[in-house]
């Protein structure tokens, strides 16, 4: 979880950020967290009006966090979620080691891209940047209902009803990507994820079609996030993790029965805001539960907590 604050001038300043590194499913360790006034000062991340020539400290805590970023390029076209963005910056960015890599910032997004030793960090699309007005595409509405479908019928061996499901959400979304301009980068996954659901369906393989059936889920929701709002989109997710739950409690896999605890946490924080203090009592209590049944070993246990889980979102409220 990173922290940001703009200036009055309209530069953006870096305060931190929280670090949870994970390993099967639970925190083991918390390196390269800092915050300002904590373990240091605040610092610039995007000056308001960048110049070539310029460097700033995005991180300036010797010791524990440190990046220097020399202007390169300003007022570039770069490719954005929904075509051309203009006035790009580009900055040189010198890492604590000596090594250096690029940084893109752009105008309505932020940090939107950066590249270093082998890891790349993409932007897909921003809200409310690439929001667009109206209902969901009815053809999105098609995958993910037939997404749905193919989860209930694979779990019931109905191969038949699946399959037909299959062939029609497969065509909704040919149509999808030949009429809208889906964001590029959201294309590929939705891609791999039905094609790992034909071939799941193709051999009959229950746990393989449900949990590809829940990825495509998953796809469709970043690319209804420009029609939907994050809220709306993040409980979502939240019904689809408790059910992907269920599925790997099924299958024996503690590790990601806790992986899949830990992303309802994170999610449970996202949506907490905008839900009534009963509600979200009542999704904290059972989200407490599934953690002490999965540290017990209890899969069959988190797996009938995790029901309850989505019941309890189902019934939550909006708060004031």
Do not use: C
Request: hydrophobic letters at 40%; aromatic letters at 6%; glycine letters at 10%.
């Amino acid at each position: 979880m990173d922290f940001y604050a703009q200036g009055d001038d309209g530069s953006v300043w870096y305060f931190g950020e929280d670090v949870y590194n994970y390993e099967k499913g639970v925190v083991a360790d918390t390196s390269g967290t800092w915050l300002a006034g904590k373990e240091g000062p605040a610092a610039m991340i995007m000056p308001a009006d960048p110049k070539v020539g310029q460097v700033h400290r995005p991180e300036n805590i010797p010791g524990l966090v440190w990046e220097e970023v020399a202007i390169g390029t300003t007022g570039r076209t770069v490719s954005g979620p929904r075509g051309p963005v203009k006035g790009a910056m580009v900055g040189r960015e010198l890492h604590d080691d000596g090594t250096f890599s690029d940084k893109v910032f752009a105008p309505g997004y932020g940090e939107f891209f950066s590249g270093h030793e082998g890891d790349v960090e993409a932007l897909a699309l921003a809200v409310p940047t690439d929001s667009v007005k109206g209902p969901p595409p009815a053809e999105l509405t098609a995958v993910s209902s037939g997404a749905k479908r193919v989860f209930r019928t694979a779990g019931s061996n109905r191969w038949k009803s699946a399959g037909t499901a299959l062939r029609r959400m497969t065509a909704a979304w040919r149509a999808h990507r030949s009429v809208r301009d889906a964001p590029p980068r959201l294309i590929a996954p939705m891609d791999r994820a039905l094609k790992v659901l034909r071939r799941a369906v193709k051999v009959r393989h229950r746990r393989a079609a449900r949990n590809a059936a829940l990825d495509v889920n998953q796809a469709g929701l970043d690319l209804e996030l420009r029609y939907r709002s994050p809220a709306e989109i993040d409980r979502a997710r939240f019904d689809l993790w408790a059910r992907q739950l269920g599925v790997d409690a099924a299958s024996g896999r503690p590790g990601a029965v806790s992986g899949d605890v830990a992303t309802l946490e994170w999610i449970r924080d996202r949506i907490a805001y905008k839900l009534d203090s009963v509600s979200v009592t009542r999704l904290d209590t059972r989200l407490e539960k599934l953690r002490a049944d999965v540290a017990d070993g209890k899969l069959g246990a988190a797996a009938k907590t995790a029901r309850g889980l989505r019941r309890a979102l189902a019934g939550a409220r909006p708060g004031g």
